[in-house]
Every structure is written in C-alpha cells, then in structure tokens.
C-alpha cells in the first residue's frame, strides 16, 4: 500500500484529489495539508511514501518547501501544477530540487479521470523511485576541438540521435546532452511530460547546452547541432525525403499511456534512419521504448540503455535490456561519450 499525503492550498482539490485516488486499491490518501508548515507537521506524524504538492501556496510556496524537505527529510514528490507559463518554469526548478515527476492539475483543459489515471502512475513511479540519485550530475563538457576530430564531417547530416525518457528524464536528458558538441548529429527526444511544460524544458536546455535545443515544429529539419523535443501532448515522428530527415508532430492514440510515445519515435526512427541512428532509452516508469529500441537495433542502429543504479526508475531501460534492445548498458556520466564513439565508428565505415 502506497501512503499518499496530499498538499495543496485549495480545498477542493485536496478532496477531489483524495477521493480519486482511493479508488485504487494500492493507494491510501493518509491526510491533506492546506500549507507546508501543516504539511511538515503531518509527514512527521503521517510518515506518507509520496506527497503530491501544489507549487502555489501561502505562507511558503512549493519549491521553497520541496528544497527544505529534500535536504532534511527527503521523501518521493509528485508537483501538481497548473499548465501557466510561470508554472512551466517553476516544475523544471521542481525537477531540479529532487521532484520526480510533474503533473498538470484538472481544469479545462484536462478532465479529473484523465489527471487521476497520470497521477496514479506517477505515484506509483516516485513510489519505486531512487530520491536521491538524480542530485545534480557534473559531467565536463566535451572540448570541441576533440569532439570534431571523432565526428569527422562526412554524411553527418544523415545521422540520427533519439533520445527517449520518462521518470527523472528531465535530470538525465541533460546529463546526456550537456557534454555533446554542436557538431553532434541531429537529435530527437521524447521526454513524457505535459503539454506546455516541454517548451520550457527546451529553453532550459538551450541555455546550458552547446547544441541548440528547442521544441519541435511541424517539418523542423534534424540538422547537426539541433535537438527536438517533443512537444508534450504530439507524437513525434522522423521522416526522410531523399537525404533530408524531417520531423512530424502528429496527433494519435497514446501508446503505453503516453502522448509523445517514445515507441512511436523509436521505431520512425528504425525505419527511416536505421544504421545510420543511434538510441538511447533512459530512466522511466513503464515499457515504453523498449520495442522501439529493439526495432532501431534489427535495423542496424547503435542502441545504449541507462544502467539500474543511475536510473531514477529502472523501468523502461530493464524492459529493453530483458528483451535484447541494447547494445551497451551504461551509467549516465558513460552515455555521452558512447554517442560520441558510436557516431564516429559510423562515419568511419561510411
């Protein structure tokens, strides 16, 4: 049984929260607190597993009480958040402070089943979830005049980088894309997240990384030097026309409950890039990505999966390495330089 405190400064969604989430057997709501101080006062009389907590709220606002919380009692945190863009920014500093996962909060534009259900299985994730691990990884940047000499400029406009990751991703997104050069092949991401927080994601990236890093759009070329990231809510799919690769953000079903899917991405990928890509499938609560990434390797593409004790959830990559899908399982701080090794092993053969 998972012991749920929920925090939040309205009334209605305390009950309304509570009362979703005790229909699933496998949660007890064990108590609701309408500020942190009566939130600190029941974790400690409460002892919950996961506490989902609200980013607006008086006396002390969120990451405020998230940043004392993870330094003096760290426990699994879901942010509850409205989808505003000063909330957007405020769930990547949840992130940043040790929240494992964020979700947006019912309104109108999403319904209170369609919230329960990711509440649920994000409650279930931070549940299993290392809550420390993911404290902020240093990994030195690659100098890029050694980046070039191992990505010699041949057909690199026809590689391919797909990046998929869910729980703890956002931490482990950049850990991957920090230390890669603006010479590195074109890159995709789906990063499982809610609409409107992905476009913050991306400025946040594109002001620490040297690759430009944005939000993808519609027949966006993937060029070297660029990352796309999903837009929450769109599928993300690669396309070729010729030697042109291009991307599509679509509408469609969700896959493994999710919309981006990182399958859905994945297995575009295999078909239209094959050898010529390389995949990496990072921490995660789930299976999504596992067939895509074993459908990249069939068709010729280097494939890496983060290891269990660097992973926030050890979901999605255990999922791919049980069935075949990784040609090396690796530690996060490894990850970059084995893109890097594997594009310049590529190039070489070309």
Do not use: W
Request: a neutral charge; hydrophobic letters at 45%.
């Amino acid at each position: 049984m998972i012991k749920v405190l929920v925090v939040d400064d309205s009334a209605f969604i305390c009950k309304t929260l509570a009362e979703e989430l005790s229909k699933f057997a496998d949660i007890q709501v064990v108590g609701s607190a309408m500020d942190p101080y009566v939130a600190r006062d029941k974790i400690v009389t409460m002892h919950p597993d996961v506490i989902t907590l609200d980013i607006e709220m008086p006396r002390m606002d969120g990451l405020s009480f998230l940043s004392k919380l993870m330094k003096h009692y760290p426990l699994p945190v879901v942010v509850v958040s409205s989808l505003t863009p000063k909330n957007s920014r405020a769930a990547l500093k949840a992130f940043e402070l040790g929240a494992i996962e964020v979700i947006a909060k019912p309104g109108s534009q999403f319904s209170m089943p369609d919230v329960a259900g990711q509440l649920v299985r994000a409650i279930r994730a931070a549940a299993s979830a290392r809550v420390k691990v993911m404290d902020r990884v240093s990994v030195a940047p690659v100098p890029e005049a050694t980046a070039q000499s191992k990505l010699p400029q041949v057909r690199l406009g026809q590689k391919v980088l797909a990046i998929g990751a869910s729980t703890g991703g956002t931490q482990a997104i950049e850990a991957v894309l920090r230390p890669l050069p603006s010479t590195t092949p074109g890159i995709v991401v789906v990063q499982h997240m809610p609409e409107y927080f992905t476009a913050a994601f991306a400025d946040r990236l594109n002001s620490v990384c040297a690759l430009e890093v944005r939000e993808a759009r519609d027949d966006d070329d993937v060029v070297p030097g660029m990352a796309l990231i999903a837009p929450g809510n769109k599928h993300l799919v690669l396309q070729r026309s010729g030697a042109r690769l291009t991307v599509r953000v679509k509408d469609g079903p969700k896959i493994h409950y999710q919309r981006p899917s990182i399958d859905v991405l994945f297995h575009s990928v295999a078909h239209n890039a094959g050898p010529n890509a390389t995949g990496v499938l990072l921490t995660g609560m789930g299976a999504d990505g596992a067939q895509g990434l074993l459908a990249m390797r069939q068709n010729g593409a280097h494939t890496i999966a983060q290891d269990e004790e660097s992973c926030v959830v050890f979901g999605m990559p255990k999922e791919a390495i049980r069935c075949g899908a990784a040609d090396e399982v690796l530690h996060l701080t490894k990850i970059p330089s084995a893109i890097l090794a594997s594009f310049s092993r590529e190039v070489a053969t070309d």
